[in-house]
């Protein structure tokens, strides 16, 4: 700094630091608003009626009562099972149909009216007939969860597909690549981007989906367990519930947002689809 | 096209076809036309052999919907469906608008509440929904709590990363030229981040709308979500699929008039935020 500036802020008596505040220390006052919230949850919620509402040490004892009866881990293993099996099913058709889908304009102008009129009906209204359907087992959760999540997953690597250069498409054509190796090769990789982006938004569709399909067939799962104890008045064991499919939630959209990061280092874009 | 000679003598000799053949590609709105045909006519078809309790078919649809039209107790479950909805929409608009607004522009408002938005954001709304029953019993505050909750977030974070996206050269200008804190919000901040606030919207319009069917059909009383249940428990599947229809007509119709308005008050900027 000159001369000249050091002396203007001598003459003025100006502060060499910014003043310190409070949002210097952004994790503190996280952790003291949680606190504070906690707190008084607990002193309001212990005057409460417990059918109503909890208070935090109870749900931590809930969890733990839980979690030891083995109930909790029993029914987290059905739902994530039936999740696993259900979204695996949709990355799987999805991303098949789509790459025929952007591949193919005829048959995409055969399904695009179908699958848009699919899309647009909330596919929440649907479960009371697939219910009727494919009754109260395994088999509606998957199919709900699966309708859930297909949709996202097509659409993006149908849109992927389509944005797929014509160029590179035309040089691997030039090397005389089969419609295969074109496929499998050039469409494809350059397609994983908009393909993982849709899957991001998939997984978060599919926790819904599971969630609604087990409060309405209501006999296994984390959701069945809500509806239970919904019933009962357990209000602590619903919040317990309810923080673990939160868990659940973070855990798996970050898993798949550093799955992308993985798999679609070399491209940013990504298509806003709801 | 013009061909010279030597190009005419040339085409007729390895005698490539002047016209293009038939192809498909080429008649796409055809193609789309017999596809939604093909399928109605078939679901026509095979749907009146199926037993009527699991699958009803097109003709058997129309005719529920003109029914159930005519008798006017589809449009006030309707009605009290589409009021619920609202006031929890406008409320979800507000509130998330408001609390973006401040903790976009506030550090202090932003690390007081990130945790408990963050956290709220990521539990499945649909799982709180027997808390809300539980708290506000089944008339109408637990099915605008709902709504409120599906909307609320898209709105904030959408709002959020509005107003963090302003430029601060924006701002600085503005205080230079002695703008107050009020005018700061309402001339520079509120107009610079509209684009974002309106694709929040844009989304939140949706979720609200799967909000509100979910609430109905658990709580079961009123409501569009209610007739869904009543009807699939009839086992009236022609009925069934009215108030189906009707919500995605519903949802396509809100989200496009949503679209129209971003484009008439936000035309300037094409960005959005995939939530």
Known sequence: ?274 | MALNALEQEALAEIELESTRPFRLADHLGLVRAVSVVAVISLWEYFGRDVNPLFLSYPSAIARAFVQLLGAGQFMQQARGSLEVYLAGLSAALVVGIVLGLLMGRYRLAEYLLDPFVYALDATPRVALIPILLLWFGLGAPAKIAVVFLSGVFPVLMNTFSGVRTVSAGLVEVGRAYGAREGKIFTKIIVPASLPFIMAGVRLAVGRALIGIITAEMFAAVTGLGALLVRYSSALATDKFFVPVIFLALLGVILTRAVELLEKRFAPWKETERAL
């Open chain 1, 1 to 274: 700094m000159p001369a000249a500036d050091e002396r203007i802020i001598a003459e003025l008596g100006l502060r060499r630091e910014r003043a310190r505040s409070v949002c210097d220390y952004p994790n503190a006052i996280r952790a003291f608003s949680v606190i504070c919230f906690l707190i008084v949850w607990e002193i309001y919620g212990r005057r409460v009626d417990p059918l109503l509402l909890t208070y935090p040490t109870a749900v931590v004892q809930a969890a733990w009562s839980l979690i030891k009866s083995g109930e909790l881990p029993r029914q987290m293993l059905e739902s994530l099972t039936t999740l696993a099996v259900a979204f695996g099913a949709s990355v799987v058709l999805g991303v098949g149909f789509g790459l025929v889908m952007g591949r193919s304009r005829v048959v995409s102008a055969a399904l695009e009216p179908h699958i848009n009129a699919l899309y647009a009906t909330p596919q929440v209204a649907l479960t009371p007939l697939l219910m009727m359907w494919f009754g109260l087992g395994f088999t509606v959760k998957a199919v709900v969860i699966f309708l859930f999540a297909f949709f996202p997953i097509l659409i993006n690597t149908a849109s992927g597909v389509r944005n797929v250069s014509s160029s590179t498409i035309e040089v691997g054509r030039a090397y005389m690549a089969s419609r295969r190796q074109i496929l499998l090769k050039v469409v494809f990789p350059a397609a994983v981007p908009f393909i993982m982006a849709g899957i991001r938004l998939a997984i978060g569709r599919a926790i819904v989906g599971m969630v609604v399909a087990e409060l309405f067939t209501a006999i296994t799962g984390l959701g069945a367990m809500l509806t239970l104890y919904g019933n009962l008045f357990e209000t602590a064991k619903m919040f317990v519930i309810v923080i673990v499919l939160g868990i659940l939630g973070v855990v798996l959209v970050r898993a798949t947002q550093t799955l992308e990061r993985r798999m679609a280092r070399w491209k940013e874009t990504e298509r806003a689809i709801e």
